[in-house]
């Protein structure tokens, strides 16, 4: 884990402290908090003689470094753009380049005030603010054994205002986000299903939740073929996990997610060209999204029965693995032609998707995977693609996707793609039309296995990772899914 950790809120004033950088926040055109005024006329109008000489606008995420040389000896100024323009985006954003700009100038302890807290309210404000410094101060350093000295920053007290709540809110979230990006980024030699299955316990315990493991022998017995079929392959054992909090009445049903965790995707038989396929490690981005989630569950604890589900396995080509051509049976009996090994986190879903359905009627079903490269065509990397049985919560993860930055967009499930997924000598087949709409194939297929739950399946290889640095995503896995979810369950809790 490396990211900012030490959060406070101080009572005493911002003139007192002795952070490495004191940080105050302008909007464009120069409107400074009551704070930023303060600092102006401190240290002689520095802020005024800024804007004046041009060399600071206050546009998003704008930075000016100065030396004051007072107890804080330095001072950082960032922009929040125009005013009428700012979000809680814009707030989490501004966190994020703090962090990030202080930490490479080699700096340790900051102290700022939290930005837009009047606008947007004390709570959110600061939810947002603690986020984006956390996220943004993430790095992957676990492997690092010469250039160790990298600089993660070390405290962040908050000088004037904030919420204790939203403190904590946006600490414990932000976190369970670096988790989530830890486990993606470590590589499938370490991040293995036994891994994550050592993870799920962890977080169980720590939350008072259940969890239960299954190994290959028995999700075999249970009747889960399509799981077990893409396992076939690998040597490395394969783990299906539950996890079960209870926030909720006895009874009350639950909340249910739902994670594809495919460790490593060669495509099996129907194997993957070699460029980028180490990426493919991040096959496991769903499930990191469910544990991150559960992780979050645990320190925040809110009302409402959660649980998740994970199927995790490697997909390997080798003498016993599954063949194009094949056809197996799923939890739910219905039997799949598999005419393609690379369409496998389908085939993983297929299994958990059936056995939430059938053992805890769950109130509602989201699943995240990173199912079709076909979604980097039709939405880059900016959105998620949400595909579903139930129009409200579709709607409300598209509005928690607004709120968290985590978009997701629409698309169709209309019956002539279901259509395309059925098999002429199975009930279904594993890919939809050849050379059309990829994405929503992967949709229409899982949709055979929900029953008449409530669900929505997001496919999030676009958003699990980006090789781009934005303000609180560094470049490599986006730990996308967690912020959405807890907003989700607000939404619909
Ligand atoms: N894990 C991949 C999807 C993927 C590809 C994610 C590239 C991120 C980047 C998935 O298992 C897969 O291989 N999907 C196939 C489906 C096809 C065979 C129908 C794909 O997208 O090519
Ligand atoms: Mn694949
Ligand atoms: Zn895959």
Same mark, same amino acid.
């Given at each position: 884990?490396?990211? #900012?950790?030490?959060?406070?809120?101080?009572?005493?004033?911002?003139? @007192?402290?002795?952070?490495?950088?004191? @940080?105050?926040?302008?909007? *464009?055109?120069?409107?400074?908090?009551?704070?930023?005024?303060?600092?102006?006329?401190?240290? +002689?109008?520095?802020?005024?003689?800024?804007?004046?000489?041009?060399? &600071?606008?206050?546009?998003?995420?704008?930075?000016?470094?100065?030396?004051? %040389?007072?107890?804080?000896?330095?001072?950082?100024?960032?922009?929040?753009?125009?005013?009428?323009?700012?979000?809680?985006?814009?707030? $989490?954003?501004?966190?994020?380049?703090?962090?990030?700009?202080? !930490?490479?100038?080699?700096?340790?302890?900051?102290?700022?005030?939290?930005?837009?807290? *009047?606008?947007?309210?004390?709570?959110?404000?600061? !939810?947002?603010?603690?986020?984006?410094?956390?996220?943004?101060?993430? $790095?992957?350093?676990?492997?690092?054994?010469?250039?160790?000295?990298?600089?993660?920053?070390?405290? =962040?007290?908050? /000088?004037? +205002?904030?919420?204790?709540?939203?403190?904590?809110?946006?600490?414990?979230?932000?976190?369970? /986000?670096?988790?989530?990006?830890?486990?993606?980024?470590?590589?499938?030699?370490?991040?293995?299903?036994?891994?994550?299955?050592?993870?799920?316990?962890?977080?169980?315990?720590? %939350?008072?939740?259940?969890?239960?493991?299954?190994?290959?022998?028995?999700?075999?017995?249970?009747?889960?073929?399509?799981?077990?079929?893409?396992?076939?392959?690998?040597?490395?054992?394969?783990? &299906?996990?539950?996890?079960?909090? $209870?926030?909720?009445?006895?009874?009350?049903?639950?909340?249910?997610?739902?994670?594809?965790?495919?460790?490593?995707?060669?495509? +099996?038989?129907?194997?993957?060209?070699?460029?980028?396929?180490?990426?493919?490690?991040?096959?496991?981005?769903?499930?990191?999204?469910?544990?991150?989630?559960?992780?979050?569950?645990?320190?925040?604890?809110?009302?409402?029965?959660?649980?998740?589900?994970?199927?995790?396995?490697?997909?390997?080509?080798?003498?016993?693995?599954? *063949?194009?051509?094949?056809?197996?049976?799923?939890?739910?009996?219905?039997?799949?032609?598999?005419?393609?090994?690379?369409?496998?986190?389908?085939?993983? =879903?297929?299994?958990?998707?059936?056995?939430?359905?059938?053992?805890?009627?769950?109130?509602?079903?989201?699943?995240?995977?990173?199912?079709?490269?076909?979604?980097?065509?039709?939405?880059?990397?900016?959105?998620?693609?949400?595909?579903?049985?139930?129009?409200?919560?579709?709607?409300?993860?598209?509005?928690?996707?607004?709120?968290?930055?985590?978009?997701?967009?629409?698309?169709?499930?209309?019956?002539?793609?279901?259509?395309?997924?059925?098999?002429?000598?199975?009930?279904?087949?594993?890919?939809?039309?050849? %050379? !059309?709409?990829?994405?929503?194939?992967?949709?229409?297929?899982?949709?055979? &296995?929900?029953?008449?739950?409530?669900?929505?399946? #997001?496919?999030?290889?676009?958003?699990?990772?980006?090789?781009?640095?934005?303000?609180?995503?560094?470049?490599?896995?986006? %730990?996308?899914?967690? $912020?959405?979810?807890?907003?989700?369950?607000?939404?619909?809790?």
């Amino acid at each position: 884990m490396a990211q #900012l950790n030490k959060i406070q809120i101080s009572s005493k004033d911002w003139t @007192t402290s002795k952070a490495d950088v004191l @940080t105050v926040s302008m909007f *464009k055109g120069g409107a400074l908090s009551s704070m930023g005024r303060a600092v102006d006329r401190r240290f +002689g109008k520095i802020i005024t003689k800024a804007v004046k000489s041009g060399d &600071f606008k206050g546009k998003s995420n704008e930075t000016l470094l100065l030396f004051t %040389g007072g107890s804080s000896a330095r001072l950082l100024l960032i922009g929040l753009g125009e005013r009428k323009e700012l979000t809680v985006e814009k707030v $989490r954003e501004a966190g994020g380049t703090m962090a990030k700009v202080i !930490q490479s100038a080699g700096h340790e302890t900051i102290a700022s005030e939290v930005p837009g807290l *009047k606008k947007l309210g004390d709570a959110e404000a600061t !939810q947002a603010f603690v986020e984006g410094a956390v996220l943004g101060s993430y $790095r992957f350093l676990n492997y690092k054994t010469v250039e160790k000295d990298a600089k993660i920053v070390k405290s =962040l007290t908050i /000088v004037e +205002g904030g919420s204790r709540t939203g403190l904590k809110r946006g600490k414990v979230i932000a976190q369970a /986000v670096c988790l989530a990006r830890d486990l993606a980024a470590h590589p499938s030699n370490v991040a293995t299903p036994s891994r994550l299955a050592r993870e799920a316990r962890r977080i169980a315990r720590s %939350g008072g939740m259940t969890c239960k493991v299954l190994n290959r022998d028995q999700f075999t017995k249970m009747g889960m073929g399509a799981f077990a079929s893409v396992a076939r392959g690998a040597d490395e054992p394969p783990k &299906f996990i539950l996890m079960e909090y $209870r926030g909720g009445k006895k009874g009350e049903k639950p909340f249910a997610f739902v994670g594809k965790g495919i460790t490593f995707d060669t495509g +099996g038989i129907s194997i993957k060209p070699s460029s980028k396929m180490d990426e493919m490690k991040y096959d496991m981005c769903g499930a990191a999204a469910v544990l991150g989630i559960m992780q979050a569950v645990a320190g925040l604890k809110p009302k409402g029965n959660i649980i998740a589900a994970i199927a995790a396995t490697e997909n390997m080509p080798g003498g016993r693995a599954s *063949k194009p051509g094949d056809i197996v049976k799923a939890y739910n009996g219905k039997t799949i032609e598999i005419l393609n090994t690379d369409a496998e986190g389908r085939l993983v =879903l297929a299994d958990a998707l059936s056995y939430l359905s059938k053992h805890h009627t769950p109130a509602y079903m989201v699943n995240f995977a990173t199912l079709t490269g076909a979604v980097i065509v039709a939405l880059g990397h900016v959105a998620s693609a949400v595909m579903g049985t139930d129009e409200k919560l579709i709607k409300s993860i598209i509005k928690a996707g607004e709120a968290t930055g985590e978009r997701a967009w629409e698309l169709p499930l209309w019956d002539e793609y279901c259509d395309d997924v059925k098999s002429k000598i199975a009930d279904v087949k594993n890919l939809g039309a050849p %050379g !059309q709409a990829g994405t929503i194939a992967g949709g229409a297929f899982l949709k055979a &296995f929900v029953g008449d739950i409530p669900w929505a399946h #997001l496919d999030i290889a676009g958003t699990a990772w980006w090789n781009k640095d934005r303000p609180y995503v560094p470049s490599g896995p986006s %730990g996308v899914g967690v $912020r959405l979810s807890l907003e989700l369950l607000n939404i619909l809790g």
